[in-house]
């Protein structure tokens, strides 16, 4: 099975959504106090960052 580009977009946004998802749910735990989760999910978005920048440039690489 061959992905077009519209399939990886439509991947990379279902994937970008459940982090956020995700990210929300660190920030917002009842087990860590508000800062501490906070700062944990900040440095979660700081790593998918750099991994979707590493993603694009990866896929910009094989066009």
Known sequence: MV???GD???KII???NYLKKKVVEMENSENTGI???RQRAH???EELKGVFSY???DLKNRE
């Open 3 to 5: 992905l077009t580009r």
């Open 8 to 10: 990886m977009d439509k």
């Open 14 to 16: 279902e994937a970008a």
């Open 35 to 37: 800062g501490e989760g």
């Open 43 to 45: 440095i979660k978005l």
């Open 55 to 57: 993603f694009e440039k």
